[in-house]
Each structure stands twice: as structure tokens, then as C-alpha cells.
């Protein structure tokens, strides 16, 4: 099956792709959602390391998945004005432990400290604090469009993109605009 999310015209550089992917597995405005289906899930989680090889998807490890989509889609649309995110990433934040390790070239790097799925997800925190320590964290925004959402990765010269892809949603919203503008 072809998901929306298999060819993404904005990428995240680095491991931020990894967070754009996860949020991008719901595509709001088809409301095609690739971890609905645990048989679409499970495989897309252990290609993307969010789950072990040959490790069976759980119910409520898929809920829990799906509501860290959700909690880190709100924390990119806290990073062009929106509301502070949930308590999902406090809560996943609270029950992951990271170890450090030291590589030959003198870097320190952190990892979950452990294999289910939730450490597994605690190391998407950890991306996100990479990210926001290089100032990457802040490039990666949310569709305007509240009916799109979509990640994505913003590179524009001055850091002022909005829509996902101007060809449609913003076209369709700056239509719509124009619309009610000229009715009133």
C-alpha cells in the first residue's frame, strides 16, 4: 500500500526525519493512518527502530505510540505559536532512562537505556533534545492548514514557511480567505 508519508517533499534533516515520519503517519486531512492497522504498524515501527525485530505489537503499545504522534505534532505547533503540548511526553520523559556513551571522536551521545517500546520512544526525546540544542528543532513546523497539520521541515531562507506545500494548502486556504473577504 502507498502511504502519503512514503514520499516527503519537505525531509528533516538527520535523526529529526525520524520524528517527521512518525508524526506524518497520519495524514488528517484523508484520515489514511498507517498505525491504525497493527499489521501496517508493527512493520513501519521496526523498520523505523521504534520496535524491536520479531517483537509482537502490543494494543496498548500502539495506543501509546499513537498518543506520543499526537503529543509531538502538538510540540511542533508549539513551535510557531501554538499551545504547550501534553502531558504524553512528560509522562514518556518521566519513565525513560538514557545512558551515555563516549565515541572515539571525544562526542558524548545519549541512549534509552533499554528495548520495549517505550524506551524506544523515549529516544525520540532524546532527538528532539539534539535538535533543539543545534537550533534544527525550530525548522521543523506544522501545516498551518488545521485540517492538514502536516510536518515538515521548513528551509526557507528567513524561516517564515507556513504550509506543508503552498499548491495546496496554502493556495486553499489563502482561496478561502479571499473568498470570505469578498463576501463581507
Known amino acids: 500500500m502507498e502511504w502519503y508519508d512514503d514520499h516527503e517533499s519537505k525531509p528533516a534533516p538527520g535523526r529529526l526525519r525520524l520524528i517527521q515520519a512518525l508524526v506524518n503517519t497520519l495524514d488528517r486531512e484523508s484520515h489514511q493512518d498507517r498505525l491504525a ?6 512493520p513501519w515501527l521496526t523498520e523505523n527502530g521504534l520496535l524491536s525485530p520479531g517483537e509482537q505489537l502490543t494494543e496498548p503499545d500502539r495506543r501509546t505510540v499513537i498518543e506520543v504522534r499526537e503529543a509531538l505534532r502538538a510540540l511542533i505547533i508549539h513551535n510557531t505559536g501554538g499551545p504547550p503540548a501534553d502531558g504524553a511526553l512528560t509522562r514518556l520523559a518521566g519513565a525513560g ?7 572515539a571522536d571525544g562526542r558524548i551521545t545519549l541512549a534509552p537505556d533499554g528495548d520495549t ?12 533534545k539534539d535538535a533543539q540544542d ?21 528551509r526557507s531562507r528567513n524561516h517564515g514557511g507556513t504550509w506543508c506545500e ?11 480567505e479571499f473568498r470570505a473577504r469578498r463576501k463581507s
Not at 117 to 128: E, H, K, M, P
Open 37 to 42: 492497522d497493527p499489521a501496517h504498524a508493527a
Open 97 to 103: 532512562r538514557a545512558v551515555a556513551s563516549l565515541g
Open 117 to 128: 517500546v517505550t524506551d524506544r520512544l523515549f529516544g525520540l526525546l532524546l532527538i528532539v
Open 134 to 154: 543545534d537550533g534544527s528543532w525550530g525548522h521543523l513546523k506544522a501545516c498551518a492548514n488545521d485540517e492538514c497539520r502536516w510536518a515538515f521541515y521548513d
Open 166 to 176: 503552498m499548491s495546496t494548502c496554502g493556495n486553499k486556504l489563502k482561496n478561502r
